[in-house]
C-alpha cells in the first residue's frame, strides 16, 4: 500500500516536472521560468560594484534563496524519474546541476557566484510552455549534425593548425626580431589571427616578402572559413526531422517527440501511453 502510494507521488511529480501538457506541468515551468529569469538578474546587479556595496546582503539572500529552491527541483526530478542516472548525465541534467554548485562553490571560492549565470542554459527547456517545440527540434537537428560532422572538422582543424605551425615559422625567419616576430610562438599567434580575418595589428609584417605571405594567408583565411560551415550544412540536411510536440522519454529525457510517438527516436524507449 505505501509502495504503492510512493508510486503514485512519483508518477504525478513526473507529469508536473516532465511534461508541459498538463496544467500543473505549465504553471511549474511559468514559475521555473520567473524563478531562473530573476536569479540571472541578481547576479547580474551584484556585479555592479555601487550596488554590491549597498545591498551585498540582500543579493546574497536573493542567491540563496534561489539556490535552495533549485537544489529541491533538481532533487525532486532525481526522485521522480524512473531513470536517475539517465538525467543526472543527461544534458539537462548537467545543467540543473551546475547551476545550483556555484553558491555553494563560493563558501569556499570568492567570486564563484557569478558562475551561476549558467542558469540561462535551462531557458532552452522553456521553449515548450510557449509551443515553441518546433525550435527544440531544430537544435536537436543542429546537435545531430555537429556530431556527425565533428570527425571531418577535427581532421580539418588539424590540418589548419599544422599549416599555422609552418607558415608562423616562416614568417619568423622572413621578419624576425625586428618587425615584432620575437619568436615562433609569437608569429604563430600572427598568423592564426591573420587566418582568421580578425587582424588586432598588434604585428604587421614590414619586408615585401612578408608582406605577399601575410596577403596570401588572408585570402586563404576566407575559404578555410567556409570548409567547416559547409560540413555543417550537408550534416544539417541529412539529419533534419519534421516538427515534433512536447513529449519526453522517461528513459534518456529526449524532448521533442510527436504526441502520437509510441517509441523514443533517441533511445528505442516505449513511450507510456
Partial sequence: ?????????????????????????????????????GSVVVVSLESIVELRRNYLSIFQAFEWSFTILFTLEYVLRIYSTPRPIKYVFSFFGVVDLLSIIPTYLSLFILGSQYLLVVRVLRLLRMARIFKLTHFINEGQVLTNALKASGTKIMVFIGTVLIIVVIIGSVMYIIEGAESGFTSIPTSIYWTIVTLTTVGYGDIAPETPLGQ??????????????????GIVTVEMSRSARKSAASRVCPNCHQEGHPVDANYCFNCGYKLPS
Fill in 212 to 229: 605577399v605571405l601575410a596577403s596570401f594567408i588572408m585570402i586563404m583565411g576566407y575559404g578555410i572559413i567556409a570548409v567547416p560551415t
Fill in 1 to 37: 500500500m505505501a509502495k504503492a502510494r510512493q508510486n503514485s507521488l512519483r508518477k504525478k511529480l513526473y507529469t508536473i516536472i516532465f511534461e508541459a501538457e498538463t496544467p500543473g506541468g505549465k504553471l511549474f515551468d511559468v514559475v521555473l521560468l520567473i524563478l531562473i529569469l
